[in-house]
């Protein structure tokens, strides 16, 4: 099981207990909101993503969407998510669970400036109803294959 991987990955850090799991599911960004008790924000969003034949995933504040002239600009392609099955399959991670932590090393991982507006955010750990709490600095410590920070997302309209 996937949060087991992340489990072990998280033993080796000394930092496996601070994995949240929940009797609800977290594997939307408005459920896990709701089972964390913050704003949707706030959660880490994972998109898994194929970059020519190899998989990256890409981090976002909860509340972003790619923009997808940005993705272009920055990946050199068109934003092509993967299915899934390809998700399951390239990540090791099912759609709900997937996160940037024990992941296979072709698998690449970008986080989006979009989430250094937190103090902390709460990504999956691994399984449709799991999170854990990571400041910025953390996530990109903890990331397996971090290769940057990016800024792919949609401009927030500001509300007068």
Partial sequence: MSIEKVREYFGG???????????????????????????????AKSMSFKLGEEPIIVVVAGDMKIDNAKYKAEFQQK??????????????????GVCSFALPENVKVYLDVSMQRFATVFP??????????????????????FVKWVDVCKAKEVQA
Avoid: Q, W
């Avoid at 609800?24 to 960004?29: C, I, L, R």
């Avoid at 899934?84 to 099912?94: I, K, L, P, Q």
């Avoid at 999956?124 to 294959?145: D, Q, R, V």
């Fill in 79 to 96: 934003a092509k998510m993967l299915t899934f099955d390809e998700a399951c399959e390239m990540t090791g991670h099912a759609p709900g």
């Fill in 13 to 43: 850090f000394g930092i496996a207990e601070r994995i949240l799991e929940f009797d609800v599911s977290s594997a939307t960004v408005e459920l896990a909101a709701v089972a964390v008790g913050v704003e949707g924000a706030r959660i």
């Fill in 124 to 145: 999956a750990a691994g399984s449709s109803n799991s999170a854990i709490e990571m400041t910025c600095e953390e996530l990109e410590k903890y990331s397996s294959n």
